[in-house]
């Protein structure tokens, strides 16, 4: 866990645990770019990182992580043991989950909405009983979202199909403020709908940025995309999101790119930087 503050807002960075990502295949590599000189394109472990919000009354959760890796998923890391879970790390931050006001999937792949829900309840109960849930509607209208919402089993009807219910689960179009402060930005490409969280108190700004970026080769390699995502969508929103995070001086969290970043113009383009502004730092 990682606490910061952001002017009056209060930040904790909390990891869900880390996954495997064999970013030879996320990129789409020839195996020639695959040798062991080329570290950075070699399957890496990578955190599943949420983000607490305090601002004003809102109490804002960006992405819901669970870990929950299977020895034979791909995304599965063998020795690895997790951290404790989401709800038990907020906890221990202080962050009654009872009280979350707002929760903002970034986007409908499973390892940022998998932790809506209590696995251990048959027909899903939530973990932030009394948020509203944003995810953008072009993402819950994809046909692999459509399609896994007719198996009741299936993951995806179990937390965003049962929020959907609850009437808990707004649909997003656009840009839209969500509290004082707080605005969720469409940044699409990764999914048809991503959206990331824009954070902004006493001139001070933080953008959690979700999976527009995975790795940090991705920002000094504008060419790197992982091969899912449109990459004409995927380039305009970071183009969109670089520009006004190098202007404001912004951090930056990534849900895959371990702690705390800023970007910074060099000579031939731009680069991630990690930074260390940590109040206090626990589990
Ligand atoms: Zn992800």
């Known amino acids: 866990m990682y606490r910061f503050t952001l002017g009056h807002a209060a930040i904790t960075l909390i990891n869900a645990g880390d996954i495997r990502a064999d970013l030879r295949a996320w990129f789409g590599l020839p195996l020639a770019e ?4 080329q570290d950075s394109v070699q399957p890496v472990a990578v955190p599943m990182q949420n983000v607490h919000i305090a601002l ?5 959760l960006v992405d819901a992580s669970r870990w929950a890796s299977a020895p034979d998923s791909e995304f599965y890391l063998p ?23 707002h929760v903002v999937i970034t986007h409908a792949h499973f390892d940022h909405f998998n932790g809506l829900a209590d696995p251990t309840d048959g027909d899903g109960k939530p973990c932030f009983p009394n948020a509203r849930h944003y995810l953008s509607q072009a993402d819950w209208e994809s046909a692999d979202i459509q399609s896994a919402l007719h198996h009741p089993h299936s993951l995806t009807n179990r937390t965003l199909g049962m929020l959907h219910r609850r009437g808990s689960l707004a649909l997003v179009n656009g840009d839209l403020g969500i509290a004082d402060g707080i605005a969720i930005l469409a940044a699409p490409g990764e999914t048809p709908g991503h959206q990331i969280v824009r954070v902004q108190s006493e001139g001070k700004v933080l953008y959690c940025i979700g999976d527009l970026y995975h790795h940090p080769l991705e920002v000094e390699r504008p060419d790197r995309q992982v091969w899912w995502a449109d990459a004409k969508a995927n380039r305009a929103s970071r183009e969109r999101i670089v520009s006004a995070a190098l202007r404001e001086d912004a951090f930056v969290i990534a849900a895959h790119i371990r702690g705390l970043g800023k970007l910074r113009q060099t000579a031939d383009g731009v680069r991630w930087v990690t930074v260390d502004v940590a109040t206090r730092q626990g589990t």
Do not use: N, R
């Not at 695959?34 to 000189?37: D, G, L, R, T, V």
């Not at 004003?56 to 804002?60: E, F, I, N, P, T």
């Not at 043991?81 to 009872?98: E, I």
């Open 79 to 101: 020795g690895y043991s997790p951290p404790p879970t989401l709800a038990t790390q907020l906890a221990a931050a202080g962050v009654v989950s009872g009280e979350i006001t």
């Open 34 to 37: 695959s040798q062991p000189s």
């Open 56 to 60: 004003g009354q809102a109490s804002v």
